[in-house]
């Protein structure tokens, strides 16, 4: 049995196999399903900056990509899931009255939000539902999750530079 742990926790932390982890648990955390990509690249982000002592480093830069464009197609399938619901019914929650307040207000421009937590998925969705162009929508859900990683790594790297040095 514990051979059998050893390789299943060895999977996910090899160095082949990071990439393909931090995508699926950014792509998951987006969707409706429960995630928390924040941990995962904080993790492998600290592992980054640890080894290479540099904010410059490619490696952690490549870790923002994959992270962004996980969460971000994680957020299109959500804006897609939106566009094959129902009208919404008037629902008693403030959170999904708020998002659909600010979406009709906003227009696309609301999904600079999208890298919320709780509210984002509900932006994504609302935005399927009201038929938000799709082009503009993927350019600002984007957008937002690139601003949702890096703010993540800008806010991490004093932290560990302090803690290591």
């Known amino acids: 049995m514990t051979d059998y742990l050893l390789a299943f926790f060895g999977f996910f932390s090899s160095n082949e196999n990071q990439w393909l982890f931090l995508f699926l648990s950014a792509f998951l955390s987006a969707t409706v ?8 690249f904080s993790a ?13 480093h490619a490696e952690l830069w490549l870790l923002v990509l994959v992270a962004t464009v996980g969460n971000s197609l994680g957020s299109i399938v ?14 008693q929650k403030k959170l999904v009255k708020w ?19 709780f509210v984002g998925d509900i932006l ?6 009201l038929r938000f162009p799709a082009v503009a929508s993927v350019v ?6 690139f601003c949702r990683y890096l703010i993540l790594l800008i806010s991490l790297y004093p932290l560990l530079k302090y803690v290591v040095a």
């Open 99 to 117: 998002a659909l307040e600010k979406s009709e207000k906003y227009g696309v421009y609301v999904l600079l939000l999208s890298w919320l937590p």
């Open 140 to 145: 600002f859900i984007t957008i937002g999750k």
């Open 33 to 40: 399903l429960p995630g928390n990509s924040e941990i995962v």
């Open 124 to 129: 994504c969705a609302i935005a399927g539902w």
């Open 78 to 91: 959500t804006y897609a899931m939106g566009m094959l619901a129902p009208k919404p019914i008037n629902s």
């Open 44 to 56: 492998l982000a600290s592992k980054a900056i640890y080894a290479h002592e540099s904010f410059w």
